[in-house]
């Protein structure tokens, strides 16, 4: 009985220790197709832009294979959580976000505000300042980066303009938004005109 009792201990253990969960959030363009299955990505250029949602319950590496648009590239998704797979042509950028509750107020910038917020834009697009402990994320074209322990995080993909994400129960939401290099690009370019139009007042 002893005997059983450790035997089924140990298969209880093994299981758990070979289950996992990863989940993948890619980010497509035009009509770029992504195959579970097969673990592929095969990137077409194309106009629009996309996101496909796949998961593998398995605690082993995966291997992702990005095809198409130049080299081919093969993305390792090494443990269990949730990530992000740029299979876009175009850099994308991206951090955790406050989404607990929509502003009611307007917040007036000052002059500090606006070269701080420039500045902090274009360090991004630079690539400084990131890091899994800042929560912010560099993610070059067919690469990947994990981005929390929790699957079921909340993310907001390239062009969407979603601002606020309700509450469950008390718990805040754990939210991360991603851009397009070139939507932040566009909104450095905004705020340093916000930056000459007050000067020249």
Same mark, same amino acid.
Do not use: W
């Given at each position: 009985?002893?005997?059983?009792?450790?035997?089924?201990?140990?298969?209880?253990?093994?299981?758990?220790? %070979?289950?996992?969960?990863?989940?993948?959030?890619?980010?497509?363009?035009?009509?770029?197709?992504?195959? #579970?299955?097969?673990?592929?990505?095969?990137?077409?250029? @194309?106009? @629009?832009?996309?996101?496909?949602?796949?998961?593998?319950?398995?605690?082993?590496?995966?291997?992702?294979?990005?095809? @198409?648009?130049?080299?081919?590239?093969?993305?390792?998704?090494?443990?269990?959580?949730?990530?992000?797979?740029?299979?876009?042509?175009?850099?994308?950028?991206?951090?955790?976000?406050?989404?607990?509750?929509?502003?009611?107020?307007?917040?007036?910038?000052?002059?500090?505000?606006?070269?701080? @917020?420039?500045?902090?834009?274009?360090?991004?697009?630079?690539?400084?300042?990131?890091?899994?402990?800042? =929560?912010?994320?560099?993610?070059?074209?067919?690469?990947?980066?994990?981005? %929390?322990?929790?699957?079921?995080?909340?993310?907001?993909?390239?062009?969407?303009?979603?601002?606020?994400?309700?509450?469950?129960?008390?718990?805040?939401?754990?939210?991360?938004?991603?851009?397009?290099?070139? #939507?932040? =690009? #566009?909104?450095?370019?905004?705020?340093?005109?916000?930056?000459? %139009?007050?000067?020249?007042?």
């Amino acid at each position: 009985m002893k005997k059983c009792m450790i035997t089924c201990t140990s298969l209880l253990l093994l299981a758990a220790c %070979s289950s996992g969960n990863k989940k993948i959030i890619v980010y497509i363009k035009g009509s770029s197709t992504v195959n #579970e299955e097969a673990k592929t990505i095969t990137v077409v250029d @194309g106009s @629009g832009s996309d996101e496909k949602t796949i998961s593998y319950k398995t605690a082993d590496k995966v291997q992702l294979q990005v095809k @198409g648009l130049g080299d081919d590239a093969s993305v390792p998704i090494d443990n269990n959580g949730l990530y992000i797979l740029n299979a876009k042509n175009d850099t994308i950028i991206g951090s955790y976000q406050n989404y607990d509750s929509p502003k009611t107020t307007t917040t007036v910038k000052t002059q500090e505000d606006l070269k701080h @917020g420039i500045d902090s834009l274009v360090q991004l697009t630079e690539g400084k300042n990131i890091s899994a402990a800042n =929560r912010n994320f560099y993610l070059l074209p067919k690469t990947a980066v994990k981005i %929390s322990d929790n699957v079921d995080a909340f993310v907001v993909g390239p062009f969407h303009k979603m601002t606020s994400v309700a509450k469950e129960g008390d718990k805040a939401p754990e939210v991360y938004r991603f851009y397009s290099i070139k #939507e932040i =690009r #566009e909104t450095i370019a905004k705020l340093t005109a916000l930056t000459k %139009s007050t000067k020249a007042k």
